[in-house]
């Protein structure tokens, strides 16, 4: 079944991208906040914050200065009816958690969260976090589950996904794994470039990779070159310093790796300046670049003879 398009609201509170947003999204329950960690004492007039809800805390790692770290926490409705807003300012004031800058919290338009749906969600979307090794998770203790009846886990999984695809779309790529879940078109009339297997092998190096819309993902289990030649980019050799907790005694990472180009990726693969269109090649020894010129060739043919073709 086709994956259908959504539709989604963002309201920017403040007149500006870079100040608070309201995200809510056609046929869903879900309210959305993305606020950055200066502008809270401006929500404590947003009602939907005196809620129940779930919370994440992203920030910026102290010893290696790239971002990428997250705190995931749930705020129950407390006596003085002050819910997630007041949670944060908690947050704010714990030199623990001195590490974020901006918060984005998941409460519903009806107040549906209660005790029970708060903790199944920040259980779900802990493991999740998790699962897709994107950010470091900063909880001590995983959260627990709970016990829930199968209706209910049903409706919280739903509330999931709606979750996923607007975490997402305000930028945090927090539940989605460098590797793509792609599902071929069996009727598409041009290869399938989503997820495409790449290798390049020789010169000690055996190292496979998938492309996707972020750039190339060099896979755990590669082995990559021991070697590197004084004609390495800088920007590889640091990835390799950055990374050495990541590769083994053998040259074999141990952890996929995104990196923005194929050039990028085959210099840390070979440790030498590459040209990454020319290395990768598919396993019937396409390269790169014969399979995107490949991919063009198809959707010219495609194009020929339509008059003002429309996008799907």
């Not at 608070?20 to 009602?47: D, F, H, Q, S």
């Not at 290869?191 to 297997?197: Q, S, T």
Request: glycine fraction near 8%; proline fraction near 4%.
């Amino acid at each position: 079944m086709a994956t259908r398009g959504k539709s989604i609201n963002l309201f920017l509170m403040d007149g500006d991208p870079r100040g608070r947003i309201k995200c809510m999204l056609a046929n869903w329950t879900g309210v959305t906040y993305k606020i950055p960690r200066t502008e809270l004492e401006k929500c404590e007039k947003c009602g939907d914050l005196s809620q129940s809800g779930i919370y994440f805390l992203f920030g910026t790692s102290d010893q290696t200065d790239k971002e990428g770290m997250v705190y995931i926490g749930q705020a129950a409705i407390r006596k003085n009816n002050k819910g997630i807003l007041h949670r944060l300012q908690e947050h704010r004031r714990d030199s623990d958690k001195d590490y974020w800058t901006e918060a984005v919290v998941f409460t519903t338009s009806n107040n549906w969260f209660g005790a029970t749906e708060i903790s199944y969600l920040e259980n779900s979307f802990y493991n999740l976090a998790i699962k897709a090794k994107r950010y470091e998770v900063k909880n001590g203790n995983a959260p627990t589950k709970g016990n829930i009846t199968e209706e209910k886990e049903s409706e919280l999984e739903e509330f999931v996904d709606y979750a996923k695809i607007v975490m997402g779309t305000l930028g945090h790529k927090l539940f989605e794994s460098l590797r793509p879940v792609s599902t071929p078109d069996p009727t598409a009339n041009k290869p399938e470039m989503e997820a495409l297997p790449l290798y390049v092998k020789g010169r000690g190096a055996d190292a496979q990779a998938m492309l996707t819309s972020e750039g190339l993902v060099v896979l755990a289990g590669s082995i990559i070159r021991k070697k590197v030649d004084k004609s390495c980019p800088e920007s590889a050799k640091k990835v390799r310093a950055d990374n050495k907790d990541n590769i083994d005694e053998d040259s074999r990472l141990t952890k996929d790796l995104l990196f923005g180009s194929p050039s990028g990726a085959s210099a840390f693969v070979l440790g030498a300046s590459t040209n990454g269109n020319a290395v990768w090649k598919t396993a019937d020894g396409k390269s790169l670049k014969e399979v995107e010129a490949s991919e063009s060739a198809v959707q010219e043919d495609t194009r020929s003879g339509i008059h003002n073709p429309v996008c799907p």
